[in-house]
């Protein structure tokens, strides 16, 4: 596969290679949708498979994203030792098959055991791909080139109620798994045709050996430590994606068709904004004011915000509810290009996928798995007590947790934007 007449993986060509941007970002929307298909057709697996909203959310949150997380890192540093390219190929294949095997769960623990097989499939992509698309774009359309890309997520996930809303009718939710699975089984195909520079080994990289390098370049440059603090902040927010349609029908006078519907529809267009668009904004910002890309991201933060709490608390369906649905799905997206472009300009070529694949790990850990499953279990003990907002109060602690996304952003903001390159070298 080639793009503009160079190779891929010819870093030395740098510019913004279409083609490559938005192949790399039609497999993250595969990718995404087939995580969150779990989370859209929520209401019809719980049935089928007789889950309790504890068991649910395991299976939505940690047993997904505690493997996702641990392989997120093993996929960055594999992929800084054998090759970008490889360590995805391998990746779509796995998830794929699996989540076509999803869809033929019979139970709570059939379904366990297939969500971690998709999980370390789906980790490989964010650490390879990234990587990818930075050593190919030049310095002046980085945000934007990553904000493209991390628009697989909110078309990703905007597809996945869509589809849901749309397809599940039809098709139910067991042969949307299958049919999935089959596409990315075809993707692997073109995937494996993608040329990439090989990886440099002269440094011999090892997981010890990165992450403590890693930790070494980060005490030089703060920034970027502060930088990965937010982005993993943010993600609280994001942790409270799988019960959007348990909440919006529970408690917010909702249908699941219309439900999946709404969410999905305007999580395609507003998160499409949010990424892409936030990219853009900061690459503009960033040629034409001189402004720190982190100086964007925090004045977005800052706008948003407020609206996290109304949107849990309007009434379904009104003008302040939607408005608040807005900024909860910029919320989940407006970080990805400015905040990893700042995480990454201090570091050497050859830590950037393993920083990734680091974020990926406390992200998923943390802030999608611990605060998923703190939810779901929250919920079940207000359920029991009586409480008619049994799923509203969990999501907006988690929503609280998101914010500290802001004072992170600041400290980043104000951390030195460049570090002696030599110093960061060694150090790393």
């Known amino acids: 596969m080639s793009d503009n007449g160079a190779a891929p993986g010819n870093s030395k060509t740098k510019g913004f290679p279409t083609g490559l941007i938005l192949f790399?970002?039609?497999?993250?929307?595969?990718?995404?949708?087939?995580?969150?298909?779990?989370?859209?057709?929520?209401?019809?697996?719980?049935?089928?498979l007789e889950l309790n909203r504890s068991q649910f959310a395991l299976i939505a949150g940690l047993a997904f994203s505690g493997v996702?997380?641990?392989?997120?890192l093993a996929a960055g540093?594999?992929?800084?030792?054998?090759?970008r390219v490889k360590v995805l190929s391998a990746g779509l294949g796995i998830w794929s098959l699996f989540t076509a095997l999803a869809g033929l769960a019979q139970g709570f623990w059939t379904m366990l055991a297939a969500r971690p097989f998709v999980a370390a499939?789906?980790?490989?992509l964010v650490p390879t791909a990234s990587n990818i698309i930075l050593a190919r774009v030049s310095e002046?359309?980085?945000a934007g080139a990553l904000g493209l890309f991390f628009a697989g997520i909110p078309l990703g996930i905007g597809g996945g109620f869509l589809i849901a809303?749309?397809?599940?009718?039809?098709?139910?939710?067991?042969?949307?798994f299958v049919a999935m699975g089959g596409i990315g089984l075809v993707a692997l195909a073109v995937l494996v045709r993608l040329r990439d520079d090989p990886p440099d080994l002269s440094h011999r990289p090892t997981l010890l050996g990165n992450l403590s390098a890693l930790a070494a370049a980060f005490r030089i440059a703060p920034r970027g430590f502060w930088a990965s603090l937010a982005i993993i902040a943010a993600h609280a927010h994001t942790g409270t994606s799988p019960f959007v349609q348990l909440w919006l029908v529970g408690e917010k006078g909702y249908d699941p068709e219309t439900a999946a519907a709404v969410y999905g529809g305007m999580f395609l267009i507003v998160g499409l904004a949010g990424t892409f668009g936030a990219g853009l904004l900061g690459d503009w910002a960033y040629n034409r004011l001189g402004w720190d890309r982190a100086r964007t991201a925090l004045v977005t933060l800052l706008v948003i915000g407020p609206l996290l709490p109304l949107y849990r608390l309007a009434p379904g369906g009104s003008l302040p509810f939607l408005l608040g649905m807005v900024g909860s799905i910029l919320y989940m997206t407006v970080l990805y290009g400015p905040i990893f472009a700042v995480i990454e300009e201090l570091l050497p070529a050859r830590l950037k996928a393993t920083s990734t694949g680091l974020n990926m790990l406390l992200i998923n850990i943390f802030a999608l798995g611990a605060v998923s499953l703190a939810i779901g279990v929250a919920s079940d003990a207000l359920a029991v007590a009586g409480s008619l907002r049994s799923w509203t109060w969990p999501l907006l602690g988690a929503d609280v947790l998101a914010l500290l996304a802001?004072?992170?952003?600041?400290?980043?903001?104000?951390a030195p934007r460049h570090a002696p390159a030599a110093s960061v070298s060694s150090g790393a």
Do not use: C, S
Request: hydrophobic content about 55%.
């Open 121 to 124: 499939g789906e980790a490989t």
């Open 68 to 72: 996702y997380a641990f392989a997120a």
């Open 165 to 176: 809303g749309l397809l599940g009718p039809v098709l139910g939710w067991r042969w949307t």
């Open 24 to 48: 790399l970002t039609l497999l993250h929307i595969v990718n995404q949708i087939d995580r969150q298909l779990v989370a859209a057709f929520a209401a019809d697996i719980m049935r089928d």
């Open 77 to 83: 540093v594999l992929a800084d030792r054998l090759g």
């Open 140 to 142: 002046r359309f980085k």
């Open 406 to 414: 802001i004072p992170f952003t600041w400290a980043a903001l104000r």
